[in-house]
């Protein structure tokens, strides 16, 4: 199986960059047999400095991790046992000041596996419609089943000055929420798999995303350039990652960073880009040394069943597989949410 997958970041009105991303190796055919291609982006909170150490601790830890995987280890286990080293990683940097969201989404052959903490979506993109696959762990969902529960008048929940804080993230404590995928959710070639930090639909609402023009790589810097068109004076930190199955084999190379010039402002871009190459070619790779995660520099923003490690991961969320295959997503059932812990509000 061949993937095809593209990245594109903005620091926005940040005086820095908090999120942080990364991708594991398409090149190492006998890993991805087992494990799949992986991608995982964190988004962190805190503080500049403590969110952005907390969000390059967690995709390294994470990627790490999961490279460790064994081909009998399922892959909803290998990403929990890698969210945990995750969460170990950030408590050691940042302790209690500080903390990131996580989502990762794994493609094996035709397979999507994922993992998340915090408000950072995955995405669905399907003939043209656009589904979001995981749920957002944040204090709105509280308040809102609230005012369907008649306790609540919709217009205090939609005030309520704590709203968007985060009621899960790594570095917390305890882990109230994490959702995972523990059956496969069936993709077919022409899906696309978007990864996207608030930044992006905070600034377009994911209903009114661009139409893909291009390969991955274009739509993303399609996506980050749209979000940036808003012109939204506290813009923050933008990042998209896409995954997709592949027709055609193609060799990648993980070129530097480059600045694009638009509208008189630089846009620090990571370019993962696809070359097209004439000749037998039977696999997608990259060419790394090994194993790592491309964590990009690029501004900032701040965050308020079965299981591995029962002490840090005290709720999960299972999602179930649609049937039949080509459906869309089943709806996702109410988790239970507590209050927003101290610390995990957006600063």
Not at 209 to 217: S, V, W, Y
Not at 254 to 265: D, E, Q, S
């Amino acid at each position: 199986m061949k993937y095809a997958f593209g990245n594109a970041q903005h620091i926005g009105r940040r005086e820095g960059q908090q999120d942080a991303f990364g991708f594991s190796n398409p090149a190492d055919t006998e890993f991805c047999a087992h494990a799949g291609f992986v991608a995982v982006l964190a988004d962190g909170m805190g503080g500049l400095e403590h969110g952005e150490l907390a969000s390059r601790a967690a995709v390294k830890a994470f990627l790490d991790t999961y490279q460790t995987k064994a081909a009998e280890e399922s892959v909803p286990d290998a990403l929990t046992r890698a969210l945990n080293a995750a969460q170990d990683a950030v408590r050691q940097v940042v302790a209690d000041d500080g903390g990131t969201t996580l989502v990762a989404a794994v493609l094996r052959e035709t397979e999507l596996y994922w993992i998340s903490v915090g408000d950072s979506a995955l995405f669905l993109r399907r003939a043209g419609e656009l589904t979001q696959l995981n749920r957002a762990h944040i204090y709105a969902a509280e308040l809102d089943a609230q005012v369907l529960a008649g306790a609540l008048t919709r217009e205090a929940a939609q005030s309520d000055p704590q709203r968007e804080s985060l009621t899960s993230y790594l570095g917390a404590q305890r882990l109230e929420q994490v959702d995972r995928s523990l059956r496969p959710m069936a993709v077919a070639v022409g899906d696309g798999l978007l990864l996207a930090s608030d930044g992006l639909f905070k600034s377009i609402a994911p209903g009114n995303f661009p139409a893909r023009a291009g390969d991955a790589q274009e739509y993303c810097e399609q996506l980050v350039a749209a979000a940036l068109a808003v012109d939204d004076p506290d813009q923050d930190n933008i990042t998209v990652l896409m995954l997709e199955a592949a027709q055609e084999a193609s060799v990648v190379e993980v070129l530097p960073p480059v600045t694009v010039k638009r509208a008189g402002r630089g846009i620090q871009v990571m370019v993962a880009g696809a070359l097209l190459v004439a000749g037998v070619c039977a696999a997608w790779w990259v060419m790394l040394s090994e194993p790592k995660p491309v964590v990009v520099a690029a501004p900032g923003r701040q965050k308020g069943s079965e299981r591995f490690d029962t002490s840090q991961l005290p709720e999960i969320h299972e999602a179930a597989n649609p049937e039949p295959e080509t459906a869309a997503p089943p709806p996702i059932d109410e988790p239970e949410v507590s209050p927003p812990a101290s610390g995990g509000g957006k600063r």
